[in-house]
């Protein structure tokens, strides 16, 4: 399995407050990704980052922002923390090598994130 | 936007077959398949380039069709342990890195 971890596992928060996640890799990895995840939607793209200091929105960024000041670690923030932000957020990594072209995806555990 | 799954659900016998399909309409640079149990994170089972090029496993098969933007998933002689979700994820514009997740289809093999 690849070298994925996910912290916190498990967050309830209140409404407001501001809420960082973290997404550590061991793989070395040039791309990691940060998605929600909410029945009825499948997974949706938040953020992704595509080195240090490298990163772009995906299609659901508003009211995140994200920081890559190392290529093992990927941080998600919520300035001020919305119960619509309610969710299960997972953190992905792929190789991002330019000799291959698969670039398959591997997911984090996840965080389970409740905003009352 | 979103690829479309079909079917959304889908219940079978152990042993029996089914195929889950997955359709954009956007030009499909490549078709990434994923699986995932309840109370779990996603794991990859097949990647198809445009081109004709895959990635996968070995027990599992999937087409892809880049004229008609549409693929499908093939699970033969299924087991218990196919139960899960499986969702497509699509990449376009020439590159493989930012994937458009569908909304998944849940399949369920029973006994």
């Known amino acids: 399995d690849a070298g994925i971890t996910q912290s916190p596992r498990h967050k309830v928060t209140e409404t407001g407050t501001p809420v960082t996640l973290r997404c550590h890799q061991t793989e070395n990895h040039r791309y990691m990704y940060w998605y929600r995840q909410d029945p009825g939607h499948g997974l949706r793209l938040i953020h992704y980052s595509y080195g240090v200091k490298d990163t772009d929105k995906g299609e659901v960024s508003d009211g995140y922002s994200v920081s890559r000041s190392k290529t093992e670690d990927f941080l998600l923030t919520l300035e001020s923390a919305t119960s619509s932000q309610t969710s299960v957020y997972f953190c992905a990594i792929s190789e991002g090598s330019d000799r291959g072209s698969y670039n398959e995806q591997f997911f984090g555990p996840g965080t389970r994130l409740t905003v009352l | 936007q979103q690829p479309v799954q079909s079917p959304q659900a889908v219940i079978l016998r152990e042993g029996e077959d089914a195929v889950i399909n997955c359709s954009s309409s956007k030009a499909l640079y490549s078709v990434h398949w994923y699986r995932q149990k309840h109370g779990e994170a996603p794991v990859f089972l097949m990647i198809?380039?445009?081109?004709?090029e895959q990635k996968g496993h070995e027990k599992i098969s999937a087409s892809f069709n880049e004229k008609k933007q549409q693929s499908s998933l093939y699970l033969t002689a299924s087991q218990l342990s196919y139960s899960g979700t499986y969702f497509c994820?699509?990449?376009?514009?020439?590159?493989?890195?930012?994937?458009?997740f569908g909304k998944g289809t849940l399949l369920t093999v029973n006994p």
């Open positions: 994820g699509t990449a376009s514009g020439g590159s493989n890195y930012k994937l458009t």
């Open positions: 198809l380039l445009k081109g004709g």
